[in-house]
């Protein structure tokens, strides 16, 4: 990110996005539902709410919604699918 949309986005009063931090954060959240890591699970879980950028917030609360009725193979696709992007 550069220095103009950093401080235009400290100006709207939102972070910027931190696109290398959330596909850390969906790497972990995707290796944790594979080893079945009930504590990454919850940290990156919290973690991603607040760095998903707007047009991702639909597909990250399908990724929640999918972890809270054990559908881990479900929420690992849609994780594919962001890393994808």
């Known amino acids: ?28 959240l995707k290796e944790a539902l594979e080893a079945f890591d009930a504590g990454t699970i919850n940290k990156t879980v919290e973690s991603l709410r607040s760095l998903a950028p707007e047009e991702n917030r ?9 972890i809270l009725v054990s559908e881990y193979d479900d929420a690992g696709e849609l994780i594919q699918t962001l890393l994808e992007k």
């Open 1 to 28: 990110m550069g220095i103009s949309a950093y401080r235009e986005a400290n100006r709207a009063g939102e972070a910027p996005f931190d696109k290398e931090r959330f596909e850390s954060e969906l790497l972990a």
């Open 58 to 66: 639909g597909i990250i609360e399908n990724i929640f919604q999918n």
